[in-house]
Every structure is written in structure tokens, then in C-alpha cells.
């Protein structure tokens, strides 16, 4: 997996418009540019925010695409959610290295966490 080299091309997406205006207008050319599996480079050219996601792009990262896109914050929360759902666990990068599983995995073990300190 490329991880880097696919947080590097969003991350140019963010900060530089002429590319940005590049991918908007074929998503190929541009994707030829860095060095991703098929499937990084298919969730890049599907703008698929869940998979991604999965893959290990960095939130900070990630959310930026997800702006330039259009998606409002709470579809971009949404569709990570869904990612997870649909393709499993984070794969690589902070997530994954975190043990994080996402907000409503944190919020039914903080409930949980709760109802033991209370029953105690």
C-alpha cells in the first residue's frame, strides 16, 4: 500500500489549484502522477471518502478533499462511518495505530465504561 504517496496527492489537491484544477478535469492524468495501488487510485477517482478512510488517510487530510468536493461535514462524518462498515477496520496510519474504530465504537465504550462504574 501507498499510503503516503495518497495523502501526498491530496494534500497537493489542497494546496495547489493548478492541480486542483487538473483532477477536476481528468482525474487520470493527475493519479498517473503518483504511485497508488488500483485501489487508492480507484477511491481517489470515486471520490470514496469511506474507503480512503479505511485505507489510513489522515482525518486532516482527508476532510480537505472531502471540502473541495462539496460534502458538507456532517455526509463527510457519515460517510467514514460507512466506510468502516463496508470495507472493515482502518488498515494502515494513525487510526489504525490508535485502536480508534470510529465515533460510535468510542461512544458505546465510554457508555459501557459507565454502566460498569455505576453498577460498582
Not at 477511491?43 to 474507503?51: K, N
Request: glycine letters at 10%; charged letters at 30%.
Amino acid at each position: 500500500m501507498s499510503l503516503y504517496e495518497t495523502q501526498k496527492l491530496l494534500y497537493h489537491l489542497n494546496r495547489e489549484p493548478k492541480l486542483k484544477a487538473s483532477f477536476l478535469e481528468d482525474h487520470d492524468a493527475v493519479l498517473q502522477e503518483y504511485s497508488l495501488t488500483e485501489e487508492e487510485a480507484g477511491a481517489v477517482r470515486d471520490h470514496d471518502i469511506g474507503l480512503l478512510y479505511v485505507l489510513g488517510v489522515n482525518g486532516q487530510i482527508l476532510m480537505h478533499f472531502a471540502a473541495m468536493l462539496g460534502i458538507a461535514w456532517g455526509d463527510y462524518l457519515q460517510l467514514m462511518r460507512d466506510g468502516v462498515e463496508r470495507h472493515g477496520p482502518v488498515r494502515a496510519g494513525v487510526y489504525k495505530l490508535s485502536g480508534y474504530e470510529g465515533v460510535d465504537a468510542h461512544d458505546r465504550a465510554l457508555r459501557e465504561k459507565r454502566n460498569q462504574k455505576a453498577k460498582g
